[in-house]
């Protein structure tokens, strides 16, 4: 898993998990569940769809809000977490669908956001 | 090719039988010089058989004989026209709308052999009977020098009205046909605008007046009472109402105070009647030329337009200083019509006050003013006309239309509104770049612009100077070095000054850099210190003073600034002074960002 902070992590959102099984991505979204375990969580993304993600360890903390999530699409579609990260909302309220629609933005014109690194550097 | 006048007409005419579109040739033109540098045409005219004198141009046609349209010879058909009685029983035509359908240079000459036609004879003859009704009339009348001549064709400028008549046998007639040569009419018009009393003091004396306007199925004009008719009229007239109005002076419209389509306004004097009438159905409400709220982008800004919509929405009214220290109350309200556009709409004052507009009424304007102002919006001035839900058919058209389908329509709004916080000028946002290659500022006014820019170096000497301590003044005090400061605006001194700043800095974007001053308020956000405390560290604490400095780099603002090209003796420069920086609200830049984004690409 180690090979997740190596290679770019493109964002996305839940339409878009098919296509990137087996790769590294990143994944904003708000916490509707955590499973009794500890050990899954479901969000939503700005589009309303949900995703699954799985962690290692189960949940020490409580999560609440937009989370955002890096990891590796696994063959049934569910992010393996590797870090997430709780967007703060204190000062200001995080904007879902306005990301979701900047998030849009960068896989419709990819020419001028070259996020891709060749990993033979 | 021949073409076929209209014989009889002239006698028609001439004895008040209404006659459609009668074709008639012009024989002679003849322009007399009103006052005011206003002249008038008067025209005889032939229908084949007869030929009359007495018709006269009127005004809004002067172009057609300015421009020589109209010549002697040239076969027209007249339109539009209305007939009016001299106090002698003669007639004149005043022609209203008339199309010239040959001009002069395409007829040989007079069709037929007219004669002039006189009244009483179906075969024109020069008539003994005439001649003496002109001489009484000559002598009643010598004092108005009018030109009266024995002739029974020619006639010059028509008899004051002498006060024998009583108003009510006068016929009624169009505001249209008003005009300075004739005072012996009446007219049945609606009061559609009262203003309120007005009180003048000068070296000549004083007095007051008051102005309402006239509206009926011919046309509108403004009307003033001064002094004696303010008090014979002002509580008589109610607004809305219709009245039967006479003999009232006409004079050529100041065009400056009344924006109605009238060559000429009216004041009353001592021998003008108002009466109230009775049957007002066929009066109309007003007179308007209402524009399409879509239509409104494509005229120019500061004309004066009519409009009706819908009031989508009503916001609640608020108070505002204005630039001479005077507090006014304002609303604005979103209007929208059937082109399905919005456009802001201010009202002021008591209007918008007493302004309700629960239940989305109609609300129609009369000469609202039409602004640049975030685009497009419009707003009520002193003279405007603002009538809710008023009974015309536009206004059933509207709120039908509304009922059906309107009120679920969003809608596209003409006045870019800025977010909560925001409503000040127009949001005109350039990259530091643009307003290097635009050349805003260039002009003869200043440029307003905004932008997102970073701060890469702020100069610390010469940031703060000593101002004068008094509220309101922020002139630079001398140090008269007795401890004692000078302000020569306030011609006072004080024991102490107020630290003000005035910084001088260079923020950037991703294309280029650009010095900018920044003045007191704008300064303080930038650094994040009052000047107040920034004074006390520099001549304290220089390294606090110097991170403070340091601590402001490399902060992004939302900057709204002023560009003007400046001129010192021989030397030009572009100078950019910070009007208002703002922490940058990221939601509201990206959703721009965006909205640019799938615009560039979709052309």
């Given at each position: 898993?180690?090979?997740v902070y190596?290679?770019?992590?493109?964002?996305i959102n839940?339409?878009?998990?098919?296509q990137?099984i087996g790769?590294?991505v990143?994944?904003?979204?708000r916490l509707e569940?955590v499973h009794?375990s500890g050990?899954a969580?479901?969000?939503s993304?700005?589009e309303?769809?949900s995703?699954?993600?799985?962690l290692n360890e189960?949940l020490?903390?409580e999560?609440?809000?937009?989370?955002?999530?890096i990891g590796?699409v696994s063959n049934?579609?569910?992010?393996?977490?590797v870090s997430y990260?709780q967007?703060?909302?204190?000062?200001?309220?995080?904007d879902?669908?306005l990301y979701?629609?900047?998030?849009?933005v960068?896989?419709?014109?990819?020419?001028?956001?070259?996020?891709?690194?060749?990993?033979?550097g | 090719?021949?073409v076929?006048?209209?014989e009889?007409?002239?006698e028609?005419?001439?004895?008040?039988?209404?006659?459609?579109n009668?074709?008639l040739?012009c024989?002679?033109?003849?322009?007399?010089?009103?006052?005011?540098?206003?002249?008038?045409f008067?025209?005889m005219m032939?229908?084949g058989l007869h030929?009359?004198?007495s018709?006269?141009?009127?005004t809004?046609?002067?172009p057609?004989a300015?421009?020589?349209?109209?010549?002697?010879?040239?076969?027209?058909?007249?339109?539009?026209?209305?007939t009016?009685?001299?106090?002698?029983?003669?007639?004149?035509?005043?022609i209203?709308?008339?199309?010239?359908?040959?001009?002069?240079?395409?007829m040989?000459?007079k069709?037929?052999?007219?004669?002039p036609?006189?009244?009483g004879?179906s075969k024109p003859?020069?008539n003994?009977?005439?001649?003496p009704t002109?001489?009484?009339?000559?002598?009643q009348n010598?004092?108005d020098?009018?030109m009266n001549?024995?002739s029974?064709?020619?006639f010059?400028?028509?008899?004051m009205a002498a006060?024998n008549t009583?108003?009510?046998?006068?016929?009624?007639?169009?505001i249209?046909?008003?005009n300075?040569?004739?005072?012996k009419w009446t007219v049945?018009?609606?009061?559609?605008?009262k203003?309120a009393i007005?009180?003048?003091?000068?070296?000549?004396?004083?007095?007051k007046?008051?102005s309402?306007e006239?509206?009926?199925?011919?046309g509108?004009?403004?009307?003033?009472?001064?002094?004696?008719?303010?008090?014979?009229?002002?509580s008589?007239i109610?607004q809305?109402?219709?009245?039967?109005?006479?003999?009232?002076?006409?004079k050529?419209?100041?065009k400056q105070?009344?924006?109605?389509k009238?060559?000429?306004?009216?004041?009353l004097?001592g021998e003008t009647?108002?009466?109230?009438?009775?049957d007002?159905?066929d009066?109309?409400?007003?007179q308007?030329d209402?524009?399409s709220?879509?239509?409104?982008?494509?005229?120019?800004k500061?004309?004066i337009?009519d409009?009706?919509g819908?009031?989508k929405?009503?916001e609640?009214?608020t108070?505002?200083?204005?630039?001479?220290?005077?507090?006014?109350s304002?609303?604005n309200?979103?209007?929208?019509?059937?082109?399905?556009?919005?456009?802001?709409?201010t009202?002021?004052g008591?209007?918008?006050?007493?302004?309700?507009?629960s239940?989305?009424?109609?609300l129609?304007?009369?000469?609202?003013r039409?602004s640049?102002?975030g685009?497009r919006?419009l707003?009520?001035l002193y003279s405007?006309t603002v009538?809710i839900?008023?009974?015309?058919?536009?206004a059933?058209?509207?709120r039908?239309w509304?009922d059906?389908e309107?009120?679920?329509?969003?809608?596209?709004?003409?006045t870019?509104?800025?977010?909560?916080?925001?409503g000040?000028?127009n949001?005109?946002?350039?990259?530091?770049?643009?307003?290097?290659?635009?050349?805003?500022?260039?002009?003869?006014?200043?440029?307003?612009?905004?932008c997102?820019?970073?701060?890469?170096?702020i100069?610390?000497?010469n940031c703060?100077?000593q101002?004068?301590?008094?509220k309101?003044c922020?002139?630079?005090?001398?140090?008269?070095?007795n401890?004692?400061?000078r302000c020569?605006?306030?011609?006072?001194?004080?024991?102490d000054?107020?630290y003000?700043?005035?910084l001088?800095?260079?923020?950037?974007d991703f294309?280029d850099?650009?010095w900018?001053?920044c003045?007191?308020?704008?300064a303080e956000?930038?650094?994040g210190q009052?000047?107040g405390?920034l004074?006390?560290?520099k001549?304290?604490n220089?390294s606090a003073?110097?991170?403070v400095?340091?601590h402001?780099?490399f902060?992004?603002?939302?900057?709204?600034?002023?560009?003007?090209l400046?001129t010192?003796n021989d030397?030009?420069?572009i100078?950019v002074?910070?009007?208002?920086?703002?922490?940058v609200?990221h939601r509201?830049y990206?959703?721009r960002?965006?909205?640019?984004i799938?615009k560039l690409?979709?052309?």
């Amino acid at each position: 898993m180690t090979g997740v902070y190596e290679s770019p992590k493109p964002r996305i959102n839940a339409s878009m998990l098919a296509q990137y099984i087996g790769r590294s991505v990143c994944l904003v979204g708000r916490l509707e569940k955590v499973h009794p375990s500890g050990k899954a969580l479901t969000l939503s993304d700005g589009e309303g769809k949900s995703a699954s993600v799985e962690l290692n360890e189960p949940l020490d903390e409580e999560l609440s809000g937009i989370v955002e999530v890096i990891g590796m699409v696994s063959n049934k579609g569910a992010i393996m977490a590797v870090s997430y990260t709780q967007y703060r909302e204190d000062k200001i309220s995080f904007d879902l669908e306005l990301y979701n629609e900047g998030l849009k933005v960068l896989h419709d014109f990819p020419q001028y956001y070259p996020f891709e690194v060749s990993l033979s550097g | 090719m021949t073409v076929r006048l209209s014989e009889g007409a002239i006698e028609s005419l001439t004895k008040g039988i209404e006659v459609s579109n009668p074709v008639l040739q012009c024989v002679n033109i003849r322009k007399i010089d009103g006052g005011n540098g206003l002249s008038r045409f008067r025209l005889m005219m032939s229908d084949g058989l007869h030929t009359m004198s007495s018709f006269m141009l009127s005004t809004q046609l002067n172009p057609m004989a300015e421009q020589n349209q109209l010549a002697s010879n040239c076969v027209c058909m007249l339109k539009r026209n209305v007939t009016n009685v001299l106090k002698d029983g003669r007639r004149v035509v005043v022609i209203l709308d008339m199309d010239v359908i040959k001009s002069a240079d395409q007829m040989a000459g007079k069709i037929g052999d007219p004669t002039p036609y006189v009244e009483g004879q179906s075969k024109p003859q020069q008539n003994a009977a005439p001649a003496p009704t002109a001489r009484p009339l000559q002598s009643q009348n010598g004092s108005d020098g009018s030109m009266n001549r024995p002739s029974a064709q020619s006639f010059g400028k028509k008899p004051m009205a002498a006060p024998n008549t009583p108003g009510g046998s006068s016929k009624v007639v169009p505001i249209a046909s008003l005009n300075p040569y004739q005072s012996k009419w009446t007219v049945r018009a609606r009061v559609t605008n009262k203003g309120a009393i007005r009180t003048w003091s000068n070296s000549r004396g004083d007095g007051k007046l008051f102005s309402m306007e006239l509206v009926d199925e011919s046309g509108e004009i403004r009307a003033t009472g001064f002094n004696n008719e303010v008090d014979k009229f002002y509580s008589l007239i109610e607004q809305g109402k219709v009245y039967y109005i006479s003999k009232g002076t006409l004079k050529i419209a100041n065009k400056q105070f009344s924006s109605l389509k009238n060559d000429y306004e009216m004041t009353l004097n001592g021998e003008t009647t108002i009466s109230p009438c009775e049957d007002s159905h066929d009066v109309p409400m007003v007179q308007c030329d209402f524009v399409s709220i879509a239509d409104l982008e494509s005229r120019e800004k500061d004309t004066i337009i009519d409009v009706i919509g819908v009031c989508k929405n009503t916001e609640d009214v608020t108070r505002i200083m204005t630039k001479n220290s005077r507090e006014v109350s304002k609303r604005n309200i979103q209007l929208m019509d059937m082109s399905g556009r919005i456009i802001q709409l201010t009202m002021w004052g008591n209007d918008a006050e007493t302004f309700d507009g629960s239940g989305q009424p109609i609300l129609a304007i009369k000469g609202a003013r039409l602004s640049d102002f975030g685009g497009r919006s419009l707003s009520t001035l002193y003279s405007s006309t603002v009538m809710i839900n008023p009974d015309i058919p536009e206004a059933y058209k509207l709120r039908g239309w509304y009922d059906k389908e309107g009120h679920a329509m969003d809608g596209q709004s003409m006045t870019e509104l800025r977010g909560p916080g925001g409503g000040g000028g127009n949001t005109n946002w350039k990259t530091l770049a643009e307003v290097k290659n635009e050349h805003l500022g260039h002009g003869d006014k200043a440029d307003y612009f905004s932008c997102i820019a970073t701060i890469v170096y702020i100069r610390k000497e010469n940031c703060l100077y000593q101002a004068c301590p008094s509220k309101d003044c922020n002139k630079k005090v001398v140090d008269q070095q007795n401890g004692m400061y000078r302000c020569e605006k306030c011609d006072k001194e004080f024991p102490d000054f107020k630290y003000r700043l005035m910084l001088s800095a260079n923020i950037a974007d991703f294309g280029d850099n650009q010095w900018v001053t920044c003045f007191q308020d704008s300064a303080e956000t930038l650094l994040g210190q009052n000047s107040g405390y920034l004074g006390q560290l520099k001549d304290s604490n220089e390294s606090a003073f110097d991170e403070v400095f340091q601590h402001a780099n490399f902060n992004t603002f939302v900057f709204r600034n002023r560009v003007k090209l400046e001129t010192y003796n021989d030397e030009s420069r572009i100078k950019v002074t910070v009007v208002d920086a703002k922490p940058v609200d990221h939601r509201e830049y990206s959703k721009r960002l965006i909205i640019n984004i799938r615009k560039l690409a979709a052309q």
